[in-house]
């Protein structure tokens, strides 16, 4: 097992990372005998691994109650938040409870920002079971609903009190929720460590085959990168906003689609090939560098070209809505080189629009 340390400046918190997690120790490390835990997961995951977690929690003599919410990206909303927190308050759990996220980044992200929320705040630990949430949701204290007009536009910063990550977890994943997680692990090496990009190069030059070992590398690099970008810049003030690479495009894409139509990582995909199109046009990257970034995602075998039914000025519309438009410009994460990404507000809707309608009819 391996233990990355995310060294905030007012909390530090643990990642745990292996295969068959000691859960009844760790859950023992965090949680109060005899304490109150509520554990959120949902209806395809509760099934397959509530029960170690709540036999982990029994050896401490915890009173766990259960909320499981229905399962997809279209669930990550006020309603689904409310029933989490109707679940805690009929059960009177106090402020020294401790919230249980068992599930994907969805699970994750709604049980994080109810923590947040719930008596002002209370302690949750992050027990992610995909590999996106593996990888990104579960590290660095994003905690968000979704609103009709944007996503994950109702939320905080408020980190877990661990992390506890069971590559083993994966056996159980469909493809395509594997294929759309590989789009946060390519991210990483786009934006910061071009050793990595080239690994990821040479592995999946064969398609996503993984074994185990490779698997918790992956996991242990990416989440290694994004602790370090977090530790130095925890509210996304300034370098931490290179993490969102491909999401104002991705985003634009799960809005205008319709909340789970695409999953977060296939939209990710997409929009990190459009910003290096984009950057390509605007003489950031090489069309060499380009074509490596754009081989490497289809590798994953993640989408590569705009929806049907989709416009140029349908994306311009929803990154408007996007969380890191600033003074009404929309701020773009572009790849500067393979292993660098840089921030930029000087692409205005007209040229946007343009580079769209281009990317979209090559």
């Known amino acids: 097992m391996q233990i990355l340390n995310v060294a905030l400046k007012d909390k530090a918190y643990n990642i745990y990372i292996g295969q068959d997690l000691d859960f009844k120790k760790l859950c023992g490390d965090y949680i109060k005998k005899g304490s109150d835990v ?25 009173h766990v109650c259960e909320c499981i919410l229905q399962d997809g990206e279209r669930y990550k909303t006020v309603d689904s938040y409310m029933q989490i927190m109707s679940k805690a308050l009929e ?20 049980t994080g920002f109810a923590a947040a929320t719930y008596q002002r705040g209370v302690n949750y630990i992050q027990i992610p079971t995909t590999l996106l949430s593996m990888v990104d949701s579960s590290v ?6 979704n609103h009709p007009l944007g996503k994950n536009m109702i939320g905080a910063f ?16 469909p493809q395509k929720e594997m294929i759309a997680g590989m789009a946060e692990v390519i991210k990483y090496g786009i934006i910061y460590d071009k050793a990595f990009f080239e690994f990821l190069e040479q592995t999946l030059k064969d398609g996503l085959v993984l074994d185990i070992e490779d698997t918790i590398y992956i996991i242990e690099r990416c989440c290694s990168i994004k602790a370090e970008v977090v530790a130095f810049d925890e509210k996304e003030k300034g370098l931490r906003a290179i993490l969102n690479l491909g999401h104002t495009f991705g985003h634009a894409i799960e809005a205008h689609m319709g909340f789970g139509t695409w999953l977060h990582g296939e ?24 074509e490596r970034i754009y081989t490497l995602i289809k590798s994953a075998a993640l989408p590569c070209t705009i929806p049907d039914g989709m416009e140029p000025c349908d994306f311009i519309k929803h990154m408007h809505h996007d969380k890191k438009v600033a003074s009404g410009r929309i701020r773009y994460v572009l790849p500067s080189a393979i292993g660098k990404a840089e921030i930029f507000d000087t692409i205005d809707d007209v040229k ?11």
């Open 352 to 362: 946007c629009e343009n580079l769209l309608s281009k990317f979209k009819s090559r």
């Open 38 to 62: 509520l554990l959120v997961s949902n209806e395809t995951v509760a099934p397959l691994y509530a029960s170690v977690i709540k036999e982990a929690l029994g050896s401490l003599e915890c």
């Open 91 to 110: 059960h009177d759990l106090s402020r020294d409870c401790t919230f249980i996220a068992l599930g994907g980044g969805v699970v994750g992200d709604m």
């Open 158 to 173: 408020y980190q877990p009190k661990a992390v506890f990550i069971d590559a083993l977890f994966l056996k159980t994943l």
């Open 140 to 145: 660095g204290g994003k905690t968000a609903i």
């Open 267 to 290: 939209a990710v995909g997409l929009g990190m090939i459009i910003a290096a199109f984009v950057a390509k046009e605007q003489s950031l990257i090489g069309f060499r560098e380009f």
